[in-house]
């Protein structure tokens, strides 16, 4: 539904195809929907879900945080628009590996959110190494922040689907200003400040113990990004 625009920073750091990172670099993997997919399953579902379609938001968070069960994992940060997860470094060391993960989360996703919504959705994934840790936590720090500081667009663009779902007029130009985004959720009786932790920032989760990937840990309100770095291992 809404592209993140954080990664462009990030962009020099993908790799495509096979890929044996380099000792000491860690792989990330980036999934989401494709974006057109969901804003025309938000405007199918319109007519009969609340407003901004909480309950789609769920599942898609469902299906991202189902990830960390991955013995591949050790991280997984999800929001409604995108899930990042954080590969263990010993779960790719040969080649063909890197792919074999890749689309074993990209099926799980797909697999997952199909389950619980009855929908197929189409997917797309991207592969990122980074040179250390570091890296990666900056990487995830800023998505983190880039989905809280679009909130008021991400919304206003989740209900002008609905509203074009119910047969009312809605184009993208009526809600490019701030103020036209207040505007529309004021009108759509949608007050942003009380909408739930999760909604602005997502949720993370990550792998309690190696030996048994059945132990999870499970943050619903994130802290600040930087004490979220300390999640990150």
């Not at 199918?44 to 189902?66: F, I, K, N, S, T």
Request: proline fraction near 5%.
């Amino acid at each position: 539904m809404f592209v993140q625009s954080s990664w462009n920073a990030f962009s020099a750091f993908q790799v495509f195809g096979d890929h044996v990172p380099m000792d000491g670099f860690s792989l990330v993997v980036r999934i989401s929907a494709d974006p057109s997919a969901v804003e025309d399953m938000i405007a199918a579902r319109a007519p009969q879900q609340a407003a901004l379609d909480p309950e789609l938001a769920v599942m898609m968070l469902r299906a991202g945080l189902g990830l960390v069960l991955s013995p591949s994992v050790s991280f997984v940060y999800a929001n409604p628009d995108e899930t990042i997860a954080v590969l263990r470094r010993e779960s790719v060391f040969e080649v063909g590996q890197s792919l074999e993960v890749h689309d074993h989360l990209i099926s799980s996703w797909a697999a997952r959110m199909a389950l619980i919504s009855g929908v197929s959705l189409p997917i797309s994934g991207r592969v990122y190494e980074f040179p250390d840790m570091g890296v990666v936590r900056k990487a995830v720090r800023s998505a983190m922040d880039n989905h809280e500081e679009q909130t008021m667009q991400r919304s206003a663009l989740r209900l002008g689907a609905q509203l074009r779902g119910r047969g009312e007029p809605f184009h993208t130009s009526m809600v490019e200003t701030l103020e036209e985004q207040s505007h529309l959720l004021r009108d759509g009786g949608i007050d942003v400040d009380g909408l739930p932790s999760w909604w602005w920032r997502g949720i993370a989760a990550r792998a309690a113990s190696v030996s048994d990937p059945n132990q999870v840990e499970i943050w619903s309100q994130l802290p600040s990004s930087e004490q979220m770095s300390a999640l990150i291992g």
